[in-house]
């Protein structure tokens, strides 16, 4: 890969020779809203944020708050959480590795876990959202976003146990507005977005807004004619309606609905095998030199519907204020793709007497002599039988995702339909020197998850949990459960004004859900191995016997304390600490029986355990730290220390054997996380910004019963590091014309992905290996290569602006660093499924206000 240091030392270099503005014409430009990090202050007027339910400046905020304006979001061209995530110090995110759903954002070292609750809340409008699926959608109109660290639950309620994301979308107004932008780039890219805000009659206003977007993505599948593999065709409409009913009466409406469709999977497996490199090096690779090759037979699918509707009411009764809002939201999503287990001859071997397993081995058979010699990713190798080298001198290595029908096929479902509500009342006088709220909150979540493999046939992916013998697509493994959960809350906050410059708050919330799972996997046989169709069922008297339905009470209290010291208007101390709450839950029912069989063995001893019920998450947070600014507002700066104790962290576990794949939650017990984070934003002349962030994070696993090898280790998906360094011009270049650049550089240190770290571990190929001659050790992997270099993406963007109309040259990624999405070890497997990040992207955008 490219020396990551030298691309980001000499992009900077160059981003800064280019903006240097001439002083004296400097003086005439208007000043810009550049964007506005933790702790920086607006560059005319100061900005407002909500993140304690209350309207203040950023300034005395008691808490690292990063702060996007409507001019920063258009500067920096933002349109989904991927955008923003980039620009924020200490908060990384993961995006559409998997499926348009699979979004992983992680604040100070705290990971919103895959298949678990997310650990970060959305909040839009003043409205939480329900589904994690939601937390990278184009929200509409956004004119404000709000990054909160740290626990916010005792105040934004549900899953904010790392933070919050905070978005204020477009009111409609007293006069018509609306604009349109459109885009087009490279890989036949094209992004369209319109709004129109207008007022009906005194009092009521609509907003109505769309976007589109699509895209061919970066990779090509070479075995199906160069088929795209990260594609993406995505819409969504959305309306408003305001309404002031009365003086004291607000009635806000909003619908949205949306549709994708595109990829999924786009991975690599990469072996982690270092006695094994003597025959290839392939075995024993650095993640960070993978080549990505992809051509598997099966042309992977995602598709996500989403619908929500909510009504919010704001009524002032006087001294106190009534908010109650209510929510439903409605999202599916399911993808198709190639599977994982050839290696592992499930379709191969043994030849069973039934139809189906015949079938299915006979078109395995078929696909590998027809692409004997086909060259797939290395180490892999289609020999002229299916047989494992391993056993068979002349066989086959296919690793995952083959071009043949060997390694099977996987759908996977999750559909969520949920209803919420929230009352709150508030004292109205915000300037009273004592200021309270209360309120509660209920949701019902109802959620069926499927994750189904098949045996391939040659004819394509069922889009359906269980598909019979027979079928185009026989079901040989089932995981189906459907999830019912129960939400109760209460909270309040009071905000006190102990002295002119002293200020104090403290907030409590009790959550209570009640969690049911009932399974939905059939009675009945898996036709290949004869065997239960779920681990977890047992066979009794040759009769299937169904698995039990279970249920689970969480419930936590969350209390949040917050000071602030204004000794002048120009600084600030804070400190606050808080409790952060993730519910506990169940995996897919015969998990822990699947993981006991496969790994808990002779020949392997993995020790690792897993459970059918995962445990909640409970974090203990403190912060503490200095905002303010100098030079008349020219120099805003923020720093601030951090410590978080974490219990029973949620941790996603992919598990790959014999069986195919397995997607788990597990806990670690205990993980300390301590940090620095310090921002500065720098006006030099009136139209020239210059902005900057760092972000240290220092983790540690203290105990952890489910791999106790791994104490000691980091907290996985957690950079060390991250740093943000800026710059915004806009400078006159007519006299009613003015030239705005942006550039900007993100540096992210290095990150495990994993539990297991710079390890060994025993895997499958440990109770292979012996079966023909051979010491278990050498089956062995280790997992050093397994942690994502540090990387650097650059961004630029050039435009002009004339009146009401923008035209901009834009480039992400510039200098087309070469870096990983996402690296997903499979400890017991002996490697990882490895995801690409973006390429570079190029175009220009032309967008219209009026």
């Known amino acids: 890969m490219k020396s990551a240091t030298a691309i980001g030392a000499s992009a900077w270099v160059i981003a800064v020779m280019l903006l240097a503005p001439s002083p004296a014409s400097a003086q005439e430009a208007p000043a810009p809203d550049a964007q506005t990090d933790a702790g920086a202050a607006a560059e005319a007027g100061e900005i407002i944020v909500t993140a304690r339910r209350v309207s203040e400046t950023l300034q005395e905020t008691p808490a690292t708050v990063s702060v996007f304006t409507s001019q920063s979001i258009e500067n920096a061209g933002i349109r989904t959480a991927t955008d923003f995530v980039g620009f924020t110090p200490g908060v990384t995110i993961v995006a559409n590795s998997a499926e348009a759903g699979d979004n992983q954002i992680n604040i100070r070292g705290i990971n919103s876990a895959r298949d678990a609750e997310s650990s970060v809340a959305l909040v839009v409008d003043g409205i939480l959202k329900t589904n994690t699926a939601v937390l990278n959608q184009d929200q509409g109109t956004v004119r404000q976003i709000e990054v909160l660290k740290g626990p916010q639950g005792a105040i934004y309620g549900r899953n904010a146990a790392a933070g919050a994301i905070v978005m204020t979308t477009l009111r409609p107004g007293d006069e018509l507005e609306g604009g349109v932008r459109l885009s087009a780039g490279n890989n036949d890219s094209y992004n369209g977005a319109a709004f129109v805000a207008t007022p009906l009659t005194d009092g009521a206003g609509v907003v109505l807004s769309a976007d589109y977007l699509t895209t061919d993505g970066f990779y090509r599948n070479r075995f199906l004619d160069r088929a795209v593999v990260d594609d993406r065709e995505a819409w969504n409409v959305n309306g408003r309606l305001v309404v002031e009913a009365d003086a004291a009466t ?44 992809f051509d598997s037979n099966i042309r992977p699918e995602n598709r996500q519907e989403t619908f929500e509707a909510s009504v919010k009411v704001d009524h002032d009764f006087g001294a106190v204020t009534l908010t109650a809002w209510s929510l439903y939201s409605d999202v599916n999503n399911f993808l198709t793709a190639d599977g994982t287990s050839a290696d592992f001859a499930r379709y191969s071997i043994p030849a069973a007497s039934n139809p189906t397993a015949i079938a299915v081995r006979n078109a395995c058979f078929a696909s590998t002599a027809a692409l004997t010699g086909y060259p797939i990713n290395p180490p892999g190798v289609i020999g002229q039988i299916p047989i494992p080298t391993l056993f068979a001198p002349n066989g ?50 109802d959620r069926e998850v499927a994750v189904s493999l098949g045996g391939d046939l040659g004819r394509g992916v069922l889009k359906q949990p269980y598909a019979p013998p027979g079928s185009d697509n026989p079901t040989s493994q089932l995981y189906w459960d459907k999830f019912e959960t129960d939400v109760y809350a209460v909270f309040g906050a009071v905000d006190a004004d102990l002295a002119d410059t002293l200020k104090a708050s403290a907030a409590l919330r009790y959550d209570r859900e009640e969690r049911e799972v009932d399974n939905l996997v059939p009675a009945v046989l898996d036709p290949i191995t004869g065997g239960p169709i779920n681990p977890g069922q047992r066979v009794v008297g040759g009769v299937v016997q169904p698995i039990a339905s279970q249920s689970q009470t969480f419930e936590q209290l969350q209390p949040k304390i917050s000071l602030s010291y204004t000794p002048t208007d120009a600084l600030t101390a804070f400190a606050n600490w808080g409790i952060g709450f993730k519910s506990g839950g169940f995996n897919n029912q015969g998990s822990s029986a699947l993981v006991n069989q496969s790994f808990n063995i002779p020949g392997i001893n993995a020790g690792l355990t897993i459970d059918d019920q995962f445990r909640k998450e409970r ?37 790959v054997g014999s069986f195919g794949l397995l997607r788990v939650v597990s806990n670690i017990d205990e993980v300390d996380i301590k940090g620095i984070e310090a921002n500065l934003n720098v006006r030099p002349i009136r139209n020239w910004s210059v902005f900057g962030s760092v972000n240290v994070t220092d983790s540690e696993i203290e105990a952890n019963r489910s791999r106790p090898a791994t104490v000691g280790n980091k907290s996985p998906y ?126 220009l955008e032309v967008a219209l206000r009026f």
Request: one cysteine or more.
């Open 396 to 445: 086959s290595l296919f690793t995952a995702y083959s071009p043949t029908t060997c390694d099977g096929t996987q759908y996977q479902q999750r559909d969520q339909r949920d209803v919420s509500f929230e009352v709150r009342l508030a004292s109205s006088d915000g300037a009273a020197p004592i200021r309270w709220q209360v309120g509660g909150y209920y949701l019902n979540i």
């Open 619 to 655: 974090s203990s947070a403190f912060e503490a730290g200095l905002k303010g600014t100098l030079a008349d507002g020219a120099v805003s700066y923020e720093v601030a220390g951090f410590y978080t104790r974490v219990d029973d962290m949620q941790f996603f576990e992919f598990l």
């Open 718 to 843: 957690t950079a060390d590091y991250t740093i943000n360094v800026g710059t915004q011009l806009t400078q006159p270049i007519a006299t009613d014309a003015d030239l705005v650049v942006r550039a900007d550089w993100r540096r992210t240190g290095p990150t495990w992905f994993h539990t297991v770290q710079d390890q060994e571990r025993p895997t499958v190929f440990s109770a292979l290996v012996p079966l023909v001659g051979l010491p278990a050790a050498l089956g062995t992997a280790r997992y050093d290569i397994n942690r994502r270099d540090a990387f650097d993406v650059v961004n630029l963007r050039v435009g002009v602006e004339r009146g009401a109309l923008r035209v901009t040259a834009f480039a992400e990624n510039l200098f087309e660093e070469d870096y990983l999405e996402e690296v997903i070890p499979a400890a017991e497997f002996g490697g990882s499924f490895v995801s690409p990040g973006a390429r570079r992207a190029y175009g």
């Open 250 to 293: 607000t009635i806000d409406a909003k619908l949205r609905y949306g549709e994708l469709d595109g990829a999924s999977i786009a991975f690599n497996p990469v072996f982690a095998l270092p006695n094994f490199a003597a025959i290839n090096p392939a075995f024993y690779e650095d993640v960070n030199e993978h080549r990505f090759v």
